[in-house]
């Protein structure tokens, strides 16, 4: 269950938010599959695959987490339109001439309602971790919008939900300006071997480095792109030999993966799933609480609105 991900938000903290009330909230959107007419359903599942339906935050400590279950119906927009021009066909053949607008309307909306019930459908999860002592809110998305669509579905269940976006004192961009410009990571990380520099100007100019050492003639060619005017836009980083990732400029934490040091930890001497999941969770939120600070240090601390 390790996250890959990371969009961070901000909660108050601590966030006066008990296990018994937050899944009494969240049980106003469990998960419905889609019904046949419909192309997306949302809603909660329980984050343990054999928990019981009811249990829809797994708790450990002052950390919970959430998952929240999308299932969708894939019937493209293509096959509708191909169906509709042949019918469109078929009737102008019989009344003579082509039917108007609203027809061709109505058509293509009958023709969605009849092969919505035999498309395929999808389903894909996405967790959510609440740490309410240190009043983080974290969703393993890989963008900003599937990350804004767990938290709609999490403002309509909730009585209030208290979030900010994470404001650092330094620009992710910026920061990564000065470590690749210096050589010299932060406290606590080091460079890895993939780096994206942009222009900043209409044509978006784009140098990609990937697996490739960031050191000796790659640093200078790095330089170069900073003097001429282009910013970091994503940079690889391992903090503290345990959790290596990419940072962007958006301040997103993408391709975290969680070192063997710490995955071996986890395996030793236990064998049921239940156990392991439990200790997997454990293990990853409490490197997380100390991580993150790390991380958000190296950019200048937080605001005085997020602190």
Same mark, same amino acid.
């Given at each position: 269950?390790?996250?890959?991900?990371?969009?961070?938000?901000?909660? @108050?903290? @601590?966030?006066?938010?008990?296990?018994?009330?937050? =899944?009494?909230?969240? =049980?106003?959107?469990?998960?419905?599959?889609?019904?046949?007419?419909?192309?997306?359903?949302?809603?909660?599942?329980?984050?343990? *695959?054999?928990?019981?339906? #009811?249990?829809?935050?797994?708790?450990?400590?002052?950390?919970?987490?959430?998952?929240?279950?999308?299932?969708? *119906?894939?019937?493209?927009?293509?096959?509708?339109?191909?169906?509709?021009?042949?019918? +469109?066909?078929?009737?102008? +053949?019989?009344?003579?001439?082509? @039917?108007?607008?609203?027809?061709?309307?109505?058509?293509?909306?009958?023709?969605?309602?009849?092969?919505? @019930?035999?498309?395929?459908?999808? *389903?894909?999860?996405?967790?959510?971790?609440?740490?309410?002592?240190?009043?983080?809110?974290?969703?393993? +998305?890989?963008?900003?919008?599937?990350?804004?669509?767990?938290?709609?579905?999490? *403002?309509?269940?909730?009585?209030?939900?208290?979030?900010?976006?994470?404001?650092?004192?330094?620009?992710?961009?910026?920061?990564?300006?000065?470590?690749?410009?210096?050589?010299?990571?932060?406290?606590?990380?080091?460079?890895?071997?993939?780096?994206?520099?942009?222009?900043?100007?209409?044509?978006?100019?784009?140098?990609?480095?990937?697996?490739?050492?960031?050191? #000796?003639?790659?640093?200078?060619?790095?330089?170069?792109?900073?003097?001429?005017?282009?910013?970091?836009?994503?940079?690889?980083?391992?903090? #503290?030999?345990?959790?290596?990732?990419?940072?962007?400029?958006k301040s997103e934490i993408k391709r975290l993966e969680f070192l063997d040091v710490l995955k071996e930890?986890?395996?030793?001497?236990?064998?049921?799933?239940?156990?392991?999941?439990?200790?997997?969770?454990?293990?990853?939120?409490?490197?997380?609480?100390?991580?993150?600070?790390?991380?958000?240090?190296?950019?200048?601390?937080?605001?005085?609105?997020?602190?």
């Amino acid at each position: 269950m390790w996250f890959k991900n990371l969009q961070l938000y901000r909660l @108050p903290a @601590p966030w006066d938010i008990t296990q018994a009330m937050l =899944s009494e909230q969240l =049980s106003r959107g469990v998960f419905h599959p889609c019904g046949n007419l419909e192309a997306v359903s949302r809603g909660w599942t329980p984050p343990r *695959r054999e928990a019981a339906m #009811d249990e829809l935050v797994h708790v450990a400590g002052n950390q919970y987490l959430l998952t929240l279950t999308i299932e969708s *119906r894939l019937l493209p927009a293509t096959v509708i339109n191909q169906e509709t021009r042949t019918r +469109a066909e078929k009737i102008a +053949a019989e009344q003579g001439y082509p @039917p108007g607008r609203k027809a061709l309307r109505d058509l293509k909306a009958q023709i969605r309602d009849e092969l919505m @019930p035999r498309a395929f459908v999808c *389903r894909r999860k996405t967790l959510v971790w609440i740490d309410r002592e240190h009043g983080w809110l974290g969703i393993d +998305a890989t963008s900003l919008a599937k990350a804004e669509e767990v938290l709609e579905h999490l *403002r309509q269940c909730l009585d209030e939900l208290p979030l900010a976006l994470v404001q650092t004192q330094k620009s992710p961009g910026s920061a990564m300006a000065d470590w690749l410009a210096s050589g010299e990571a932060p406290a606590g990380f080091t460079v890895d071997r993939d780096c994206e520099l942009k222009a900043v100007d209409e044509a978006r100019a784009t140098v990609r480095y990937v697996r490739h050492p960031l050191a #000796d003639e790659a640093a200078a060619e790095i330089r170069a792109h900073l003097a001429a005017g282009k910013l970091p836009t994503r940079l690889a980083l391992t903090w #503290d030999d345990r959790i290596s990732f990419v940072l962007t400029e958006k301040s997103e934490i993408k391709r975290l993966e969680f070192l063997d040091v710490l995955k071996e930890s986890v395996e030793q001497g236990i064998d049921n799933a239940e156990e392991i999941f439990d200790a997997e969770f454990a293990l990853m939120t409490g490197e997380f609480t100390r991580f993150i600070p790390s991380l958000f240090e190296a950019l200048g601390g937080l605001t005085a609105s997020n602190r």
